[in-house]
């Protein structure tokens, strides 16, 4: 069994950042520190720099959130940045998808321990939960795979003129001008780069935003939506 590594004190940022729930984001550190190390969510030496690298990190992406929207949080695996980003922002409605079950099994028990009443968790892939799953207005993801595929997983999961909002690296602005070609076969009118967290992070969180128009995924996956809900009409009916 993997050792866990001692957690650090919060810094003050984060007393700032997540407010009254302060207390429930401490104890989100805890169980990443604790039983994320021991169940292989997390590694042993990201312990140490858990609040700037990872809580923080994500947190930070409440700035670019719009208010009361609904949001998917594509492969979640430990929570990340799903769960900062609801201890941050209790308007939003949350959807954490994850395929993995040690990983959901974990989930669930952290929205449970922390009373996070507006997430819920869902066991998938994105291109498995397609037309079952209600489209949403906010797609997350951080770290997950480069831009062209996993705007090929987020993308479809939006309503029209919704928006992926992915946590990248320096490597952003090279990772969209590759990813060209496939996010405007995605029905992508709109990226950029942007920059989150100042006086709260350094260097500063960059996130990718991608804006869909009418018709999220193309052409393709309208298809494949259609045929899915055609199959969910039916087996209502039976």
């Given at each position: 069994m ?125 291109e498995?939960v ?42 952003a ?33 960059t996130?990718?935003r ?13 298809a ?15």
């Amino acid at each position: 069994m993997t050792e866990a590594a001692e957690l650090p004190q919060a810094p003050a940022e984060a007393r700032t950042v997540f407010g009254e729930l302060f207390p429930e984001a401490v104890r989100y550190a805890e169980l990443l520190a604790d039983a994320g190390v021991k169940r292989g969510l997390i590694g042993p030496r990201e312990v140490p720099r858990l609040w700037e690298r990872h809580l923080l990190n994500c947190a930070v992406l409440s700035e670019v959130v719009p208010e009361g929207v609904t949001v998917c949080d594509v492969g979640s695996g430990a929570g990340l940045p799903g769960i900062p980003l609801a201890l941050v922002r209790p308007d939003l409605k949350i959807t954490l998808l994850e395929p993995l079950l040690r990983r959901t099994n974990f989930l669930q028990e952290v929205v449970e321990l922390l009373g996070l009443d507006h997430v819920t968790v869902v066991r998938g892939r994105a291109e498995e939960v397609l037309g079952t799953l209600q489209p949403v207005q906010v797609v997350t993801a951080r770290a997950v795979a480069p831009l062209d595929r996993l705007a090929g997983w987020g993308v479809p999961l939006l309503k029209p003129y919704g928006e992926m909002l992915a946590l990248k690296g320096d490597t952003a602005e090279e990772e969209i001008a590759g990813a060209r070609a496939a996010l405007s076969k995605l029905g992508v009118v709109e990226t950029e780069v942007l920059h989150v967290g100042e006086g709260v992070v350094d260097p500063l969180s960059t996130v990718v935003r991608v804006v869909v128009g009418e018709s999220p995924g193309g052409v393709r996956f309208a298809a494949k939506r259609a045929k899915a809900a055609r199959t969910g009409r039916t087996r209502r009916r039976r």
